[in-house]
């Protein structure tokens, strides 16, 4: 009889190592994958030639699409009415620039009258130091803004006097009632303190 023996004790290591590294891989991409369903917040990487890579379901929603028909899409024909906007920003972000809440606005898909705003970021992705595309955050603001135009036009539109002030006692908002009872226009007192305009002055401008 002839026998040998082979140490395999290194293949083996090899082969658990390779293991946990798929295992550990396919975790971070299931966790990954879980957390661009859920969140609030609409997701999209781009590759370098601006072809969408990954889209979550909210981003993809937005336009009325699937997650599927996004991928493979250039941003150009995804959002080609917003593409003119957002052109250099992506080219920006290519070139090593993050670029952050950048306002975007369109129509509502469901209801062409009704406009949907988003503030969105763009930054570089990369992979051992080579930037491979860009990756997109936005979130919908639409709500926040539909109530501060209600509140404009609510505050523009009321009889009485109203005007806000910022910690420091400056004037950040002023309606106009309170224009036609002070004598200024919004415009000469944004930034200024209200206390010094109006309190040491008499009515007819002259300094108490």
């Known amino acids: ?87 250099d920003t992506y080219r920006r972000a290519l070139a090593g620039e993050t670029v952050g809440n950048v306002e975007v606005s369109k129509p509502h898909p469901a209801d062409p009258h009704r406009m949907r705003h988003w503030l ?34 609510v505050m523009d539109n009321m009889a009485e006097g109203l005007y806000a002030l910022d910690a420091n006692g400056l004037v950040t908002y002023m309606n106009r009632a309170a224009e036609a009872m002070l004598g200024w226009t919004e415009g000469e007192l944004l930034g200024r303190s209200m206390h010094d305009t109006i309190h040491f002055q008499r009515a007819d401008g002259t300094t108490v």
């Open 1 to 87: 009889w002839i026998g040998t023996a082979t140490d395999i004790e290194d293949q083996k290591q090899l082969e658990l190592s390779l293991r946990r590294a798929r295992r550990e891989a396919t975790e971070a991409v299931t966790l990954l994958e879980s957390v661009e369903a859920a969140t609030p917040v609409g997701i999209k990487l781009v590759d370098r030639d601006l072809k969408v890579v990954r889209i979550n379901r909210m981003l993809a929603g937005a336009d009325g699409r699937a997650v599927e028909e996004g991928i493979g899409l250039p941003v150009s024909e995804l959002v080609p009415e917003l593409w003119p906007q957002l052109e």
């Open 120 to 153: 969105a970021s763009f930054y570089p992705v990369l992979i051992d130091g080579e930037i491979i595309g860009v990756g997109n955050v936005v979130v919908d603001i639409t709500e926040q803004k539909e109530a501060e135009e209600f509140r404009a036009v």
